[in-house]
């Protein structure tokens, strides 16, 4: 009979389907614990905040002069900053610094600070210099460092575009250097391949940032992640949200940085963040 044929037909098919839905669901189940942050034996070190900004800063109106930007730094590392991002840029015949607060202060050549007033200012303390796509500006820093006998090595760090970073690691290969754009293309190379386990070659040995807003992206966060970044030398930015293109700016992004977290956060509002979040 052409209805029972047909019924013994759909029958015999229900078996295949029964192991696909269950082979799917073993799939999800070993993609889950490959992936759990749980079960990820958390990395070494501790929570770094890099002061991209300072609102302390910009309300204090006062004059641009050496005095006002070594000040302005001594306002970050006050308020918690591990490490302080300083702007290189060519003033005059040489090269001077300035907080990227205080950005407008460089154009004074006489008033701001020169690379090696910063390393006699501050022996111990660590900085991330921008020197952006100049490439006189990082040979500036370099040189800066070797007239004062002194190394630059992985206490400091590097920004600068991707034809400048290269330079700057073949140059000073101890120093941590990253190209920001690069970072964030690390990440979204990592969203889709990441799943599975893989490390994109675009990460590995560079940096990548993840933007506060995306971190329930990053496959394996926080724990697995930060295992298979420093797995692969990669170092790891969280920055503000994704559009926002700027750093953390207030209290209230706190409870979004994980307690587990162990990497360096992007500050843009260092007064705000610093203290409190290191209550």
Not at 2 to 7: A, D, Y
Not at 16 to 22: K, S
Not at 111 to 129: E, H, W
């Amino acid at each position: 009979c052409p209805g029972l044929r047909s019924g013994k037909g759909n029958s015999g098919n229900m078996p295949i389907w029964g192991l696909i839905r269950w082979a799917f669901a073993l799939g999800i189940i070993a993609l889950s614990f490959m992936n759990a942050s749980w079960i990820a034996t958390a990395v070494p070190g501790q929570l770094t905040l890099i002061a991209a900004g300072n609102s302390r800063i910009l309300g204090q109106g006062a004059a641009c002069t050496r005095a006002t930007v070594f000040s302005a730094i001594d306002k970050s590392f006050a308020d918690r900053a591990d490490l302080v991002l300083v702007t290189v840029r060519r003033a005059g015949d040489g090269f001077r610094i300035a907080t990227p607060d205080l950005s407008g202060c460089i154009e004074n050549a006489e008033a701001a600070p020169s690379i090696t007033d910063l390393i006699r200012q501050y022996p111990a303390r660590r900085f991330v210099f921008d020197v952006g796509a100049d490439d006189r500006a990082l040979e500036a820093l370099l040189g800066a460092f070797d007239a004062q006998d002194r190394q630059m090595d992985r206490r400091y760090a590097i920004m600068a575009s991707a034809d400048v970073a290269a330079r700057a690691r073949a140059a000073a290969p101890a120093v941590w250097t990253f190209d920001m754009a690069a970072a964030k293309s690390c990440f979204d190379a990592y969203v889709w391949q990441g799943w599975m386990g893989i490390v994109p070659p675009e990460c590995r040995s560079r940096t990548v940032a993840v933007p506060i807003d995306k971190q329930w992206m990053a496959w394996g966060w926080p724990n697995r992640f930060l295992s298979r970044m420093d797995q692969a030398g990669a170092h790891t930015i969280l920055t503000g949200p994704a559009q926002s293109g700027e750093g953390v700016t207030v209290a209230e992004q706190i409870p979004q940085v994980p307690r587990a977290y162990k990497g360096a956060l992007w500050v843009e509002n260092i007064a705000a963040i610093g203290p409190a979040l290191r209550q």
